[in-house]
């Protein structure tokens, strides 16, 4: 979100399940998360319970600078695939040079229990074949990872873009 003001917002959109916790948030309309789910309940994993402790999926809301003024903003919800989705956008924007709606329409994947790979339709199968010849393993069925929420500011020009991913629903709207 971006204000009149140039106020930039980003945040985390999941809320875990179907209805999170099941509690609504009285005259705010709002459902809490259940993000504990996220947590690894075997000893030893990088997201192990711990006192005073976040998951680390809900830790991703981005916003960029550049020359100390935001420049985009990135968010999106997955819970396991938020880090990494936020990541491969920022990823396509600035290493890429990707407009921002090319950068979250492209195809994403992740390996968070090596070998073990999660993709997306779009992945070329080439690329597949590499990285299996490098002992990867991608699952047999294409997955869906995240759903990215973007604006992004030229600030030579001033202009704003928004960008919004089709996984899900969601769009982008201006209004001045």
């Not at 705010?28 to 005073?52: K, W």
């Not at 070998?115 to 990867?136: F, M, N, Q, T, Y």
């Not at 604006?151 to 089709?166: C, Q």
Request: hydrophobic share 35%; charged share 20%; aromatic share 8%.
């Amino acid at each position: 979100m971006l204000d009149k003001w140039g106020n930039m917002v980003s945040y985390t959109t999941t809320i875990e399940e179907a209805f999170g916790s099941g509690m609504m948030v009285p005259g705010y309309g709002f459902m809490l998360n259940n993000e504990m789910t996220d947590f690894d309940f075997t000893p030893g994993g990088i997201n192990q319970v711990e006192p005073h402790k976040r998951p680390r999926s809900s830790m991703t809301p981005t916003i960029v600078f550049k020359g100390g003024k935001p420049a985009f903003s990135v968010g999106s919800p997955g819970g396991s695939t938020i880090i990494v989705t936020v990541l491969e956008v920022i990823t396509n924007l600035l290493d890429h040079g990707m407009s921002i709606q090319r950068a979250i329409d492209a195809p994403r994947f992740m390996s968070s229990k090596y070998p073990e790979v999660s993709w997306e339709r779009g992945i070329p199968k080439s690329v597949r074949i590499e990285l299996e010849a490098r002992g990867h393993k991608f699952k047999e069925e294409p997955t869906v990872q995240g759903s990215v929420q973007s604006i992004v500011i030229d600030l030579e020009s001033g202009k704003i873009y928004g960008g919004a991913d089709s996984r899900r629903e969601g769009t982008v709207i201006g209004v001045l």
